[in-house]
């Protein structure tokens, strides 16, 4: 098993679900970096459980403790570590999923591969919760990249079947990413909220969850960013991002739109604008050849629905080998887009910074 990535900022997530903690260690940190806590924090609680009714009622204070690699609030160079006890955990809920698996979550194949062994309480090591650390690794990559001018954004594009607008591909702002991280409930079209909101009412009390979109942007950054062939800004970063649980679809700028266009409607064409290069357009995400083109880097990722529904489901007893009807307990997300968006953004962040330290 696998919860280490990056080459140059190295994250390492540890913890459980239910366990006495969760928590990082980032190798790679550049020193002499003044952390600002109170960002962190805030990032934090953009993705803690229990704090809008669209999301699970666990309620957790998500408080990271630093416990090496920061002194004075600066960074020294050293690996930086961070835990976050758990404190609000029923385990209780999930002693029938012991031996009968979830219906799409991982607790079927982990129970092969671990033998047996693998902690399901509330998901153990897959669950979304060890998007936390990931959360606070992302806090402070945002911190790293606005001194080097690029900002990161991202809003909820998509809940079911109501969809916010779309970024403008060519011409989204800092200010717009900026705001966005602000808002409670991240979307560009402030109508569409209520919308997404009634969406998911709609599905929790048909005892269902829904799925959704997210648009994260990033602006600001250099062209020639990335490789080719193995070592792409698509690449690297889908391999983070597919490692947010519940993503089923990563794509860059049209993505699986460009399957039914035509080169003359699609290709991004070049113009001299205030004496420099620009694109016209920006079909491909910001990314071209596997490197980032100067354009704002554009990237949408599918969530599917939260397996852990109140709805009796099909499933089997791993010690009898019989079929049964699976009812869980237990608190959980109808809908996960509203808390991922900061998750999406981290990953993003992380994996750009990973990808600068190459430059610098």
Do not use: W
Not at 217 to 222: H, M, Q, S, T, W
Not at 288 to 293: F, P, R, V
């Amino acid at each position: 098993m696998s919860s280490v990535i990056g080459k140059n900022i190295i994250l390492s997530v540890f913890g459980e679900s239910h366990g006495d903690a969760i928590g990082c260690v980032i190798d790679g940190l550049p020193d002499g970096i003044r952390l600002d806590t109170e960002r962190i924090y805030a990032e934090m609680q953009r993705r803690a459980p229990g704090r809008d009714k669209t999301s699970t009622p666990r309620r957790e204070a998500d408080m990271p403790r630093i416990i090496s690699g920061v002194l004075d609030g600066v960074t020294t160079g050293a690996p930086l570590a961070m835990l976050i006890e758990n404190t609000n955990t029923k385990s209780g809920d999930y002693k029938n999923v012991m031996t009968v698996p979830r219906p799409s979550h991982s607790d079927y194949p982990a129970y092969v591969k671990f033998g047996g062994n693998n902690d399901v309480r509330g998901g153990g090591h897959f669950s979304a919760r060890l998007t936390a650390p990931l959360v606070f690794a992302g806090a402070i990559a945002k911190q790293i990249l606005e001194e080097k001018g690029v900002t990161v954004g991202a809003h909820i594009s998509q809940i079911g079947a109501v969809k916010d607008t779309a970024f403008d591909k060519n011409g989204v702002s800092a200010d717009v990413l900026t705001a966005l991280t602000k808002k409670p409930f991240a979307v560009i079209d402030d109508g569409a909220e209520q919308k997404m909101r009634d969406e998911i009412e709609r599905y929790r009390l048909d005892q269902n969850s829904v799925g959704g979109a997210i648009e994260c942007a990033a602006v600001g950054l250099p062209v020639g960013l990335g490789g080719n062939m193995f070592d792409t800004v698509e690449g690297r970063l889908a391999q983070i991002l597919y490692g947010i649980p519940a993503v089923k679809g990563v794509q860059f700028g049209l993505g699986f739109g460009f399957a039914a266009a035509n080169g003359k409607a699609v290709n991004d064409g070049y113009e001299m604008r205030d004496g420099a290069v620009a694109l016209k357009s920006n079909n491909n995400g910001g990314v071209l050849g596997g490197m980032t083109s100067g354009a704002p880097l554009i990237v949408c990722v599918a969530m599917k629905p939260t397996p852990s529904i109140a709805a009796p489901q099909d499933s089997v007893n791993l010690e009898t080998m019989e079929n049964t009807v699976l009812e869980i307990k237990g608190r959980h997300d109808p809908c996960i887009l509203p808390r991922a968006v900061p998750v999406v953004e981290s990953a993003v962040a992380l994996g750009i910074l990973d990808m600068m330290m190459e430059q610098d």
